[in-house]
């Protein structure tokens, strides 16, 4: 379970932002596959796997909003098969970020993972599910309204999700500036991709 540095019962519109935030822009498969495609491709082509990513989360959020992670946590045989099956493609995205070329030969390289690539990325992520749930897990809302307070939460965390995506691409879109060098580039991008696999292990 996803560790959270907030008391999570309870929480109003404020301190619920506040523990989104962490969550959302905290390292893992999601945010350093962002970091690692961008480093690796180049900020504009990476924009349909940032979509696909950000799309793929937030349908992620709403399915957790709607009380759908609970079928992960309470049935263990579901629960391995969705962690191999994220773990298998994140092994495969780790191969294409490795073995990318650098970032200004775009015509000898290969071709940026797509839109369907980030979705599949986002919604596989056990991080998201497990985080998100936490989240929503410790949200209460009123009695008074609470229809209004969950659109108000899931509208906090469509903003934070799409914000971090960008950031998070943007971060290594600095890298690829930088990466003019194949050595360094290859260099870089090995370790990205170790990254992105070890932050899987942490999952798991």
Known sequence: MQHLPFDMAGLDLAGFALAGFAVTFSPG?????????ASAFGLRRIWAFL??????????????????ASLLTGHPTLATGFAVLS???ILYLALRIAAAPPPHAASAGATPPGIASGLILATTNPKAW????????????????????????AAIMVVLITVSHVTWALAGASFARLLRQPLVSR?????????????????L
């Open 51 to 68: 979509t696909g990513s950000a799309v793929g989360t937030i349908a992620v959020m709403l399915a957790v909003a709607a009380g759908l």
């Open 130 to 153: 497990l985080a998100i749930g936490a989240l929503f897990g410790g949200a209460t809302p009123p009695s008074t309204a609470p229809i209004a307070d969950m659109v108000a939460r």
């Open 187 to 203: 260099i870089v991008n090995l370790i990205l991709a170790a990254l992105l696999v070890a932050s899987m292990v942490m999952m």
């Open 29 to 37: 498969p999601t945010t350093i596959a962002m970091t690692a495609v």
């Open 87 to 89: 773990s298998a493609y």
